[in-house]
């Protein structure tokens, strides 16, 4: 049940840090304060050292079954972070569907193919 929670709790963190730090490249009126693409780049820069590091941390105790943990740990942290942005992203920008897919959701594919290739690794 911990581990659950630890998973839980990890996908939530994965999608929150990246959210407040955005938010330092906004104006008050919601708009870039930087380039848009210098601001993307960054965004999947902080993205992705936010989940590698939740990757180490929650592999550092497993100890068995890597391959299987990884595509677990990888689909539900997707799932978390599609689920949080389209309760609290996608309204908040007023982007449809379609545009958020193309623009965002499509690269949080990166999440389980860095938990996989963890979990590929270890289990070698």
Same mark, same amino acid.
């Given at each position: ?18 959210f ?11 708009q ?27 592999f550092?105790?497993?100890?068995? *079954? ?7 740990? /990888?689909?539900?942290? +997707? %799932? $978390?972070? =599609?689920?949080?942005?389209? @309760?609290v ?6 982007? *449809?569907?379609?545009?958020y897919?193309?623009?965002? /959701?499509?690269?949080? +594919? %990166? $999440?389980? =193919?860095?938990?996989?290739? @963890? ?5 070698k």
């Amino acid at each position: 049940m911990r581990k659950y929670l630890k998973v839980g709790l990890f996908g939530f963190l994965t999608w929150l840090i990246p959210f407040v730090i955005s938010f330092f490249f906004y104006s008050k009126d919601g708009q870039p304060v930087i380039d848009i693409f210098l601001f993307k780049s960054i965004m999947i820069v902080v993205a992705s050292a936010t989940g590698a590091s939740f990757l180490v941390l929650y592999f550092k105790k497993i100890d068995k *079954n890597y391959l299987y943990e990884g595509i677990i740990v /990888g689909v539900v942290w +997707l %799932v $978390i972070n =599609i689920i949080l942005d389209l @309760i609290v992203l996608v309204p908040m920008s007023k982007m *449809n569907i379609g545009t958020y897919f193309a623009q965002i /959701g499509l690269r949080y +594919l %990166v $999440i389980p =193919i860095m938990s996989i290739s @963890i979990g590929y690794i270890a289990e070698k």
